[in-house]
């Protein structure tokens, strides 16, 4: 299952993290440093208040005004020397309007600050808006290697710790998506008005993995039964079979973070290249982007009854 996860900045103030704690909310993310380079005014109030109550600190991050790769390093160094030693995973806020005429150069500007954050052996991911990243980051995909968290808000309607965003909502990309903010109008107990709410799906191993270990096709919350068995995927590619063996769990995420991008085909009533064809309005919405076929047809092809084989 995913777990719900705010994300706070001073611009909460002060925070009463063992009401967040009792709310259900199951960890936080924390502005680290602002414009200026200084510390956000509440990080260090926010992380003695997450240790003191039991709310995982699952990362920090760090709104990027950087134009230039040198200016993205300056950031992640003194992002680094803030953490003195502290062990979280550090996410680069890249969103500004400054950055949106950069170009190529935002992935040397993200590849950049990477270098230094995991130079000193902390995880790196890059946040940003869906709109922001299908415009000025997914063309140059293949470049960046790394985990995304991704903003889309599917309603306006204020929200609480125990609100779902529609499913149909959930962002696109091609990227592991660790986390979907879906709101930045949640009300949670122990914070003084608005907050962001995220659901956090989880990783293990350096790979996101299965959330529901009982249930080995669901992942972000969406059950892969339509489009993933196992044993036929197993059977199907010898690379796999070599690999793997019969280990349900390692060939699916080997499907979410590999094959649905290589189009491999993992049940017989399913093949992503034949439904790409012979549907012109999918090309036109989703183009080479293969994961988007198969989660198209989890969540409405079925129901339409398009043929997919």
């Known amino acids: ?21 009792a709310s259900g909310v199951d960890g936080a ?27 995982p600190v699952v990362g920090v991050y760090n709104y990027s005004y950087a134009t230039t790769p040198a200016k993205a390093r300056t950031d992640a160094e003194r992002v680094v020397s803030i953490l003195s030693g502290r062990k979280v995973k550090v996410w680069i806020d890249v969103e500004d309007k400054i950055q949106k005429g950069l170009g190529r150069m935002l992935v040397d500007i993200i590849k950049a600050y990477q270098a230094v954050i995991e130079a000193v052996g902390l995880e790196f991911g890059v946040y940003t808006g869906l709109s922001f990243y299908n ?26 710790v125990s609100s779902m965003p529609a499913a149909g909502k959930k962002p696109i990309i091609k990227h592991i998506m660790e986390g979907w903010q879906f709101t930045s109008k949640a009300a949670v107990p122990g914070i003084i008005g608005d907050v962001d709410l995220n659901l956090w799906y989880g990783i293990a191993g350096g790979t996101q993995t299965v959330q529901d270990a009982a249930s080995p096709t669901v992942y972000g919350g969406l059950d892969y039964a339509p489009v993933f068995d196992a044993g036929y995927y197993s059977d199907r ?73």
């Open 135 to 160: 415009s000025y980051i997914k063309r140059y995909s293949d470049l960046i290697n790394c985990r995304f968290w991704v903003a889309r808000y599917p309603s306006s309607k204020k929200m609480n």
């Open 29 to 55: 993310i924390l502005k680290i440093i602002r414009k200026d380079l200084n510390p956000d005014k509440q990080f260090e109030n926010n992380w003695r208040g997450c240790a003191a109550a039991g709310v």
């Open 237 to 309: 590619y010898k690379d796999l079979k070599a690999a793997y063996g019969s280990n349900g769990a390692a060939l699916f995420t080997h499907f979410i973070v590999h094959g649905m991008r290589e189009g491999r085909q993992a049940v017989d009533s399913f093949n992503v290249q034949a439904y790409r064809t012979r549907y012109p309005d999918l090309q036109k919405a989703f183009g080479d982007n293969l994961p988007a076929y198969y989660q198209h047809y989890i969540h409405l092809g079925q129901k339409e009854k398009r043929t997919a084989v």
């Open 1 to 21: 299952m995913s777990k719900k996860i705010v994300d706070v900045s001073s611009y909460q103030g002060i925070i009463d993290w063992r009401q967040v704690k």
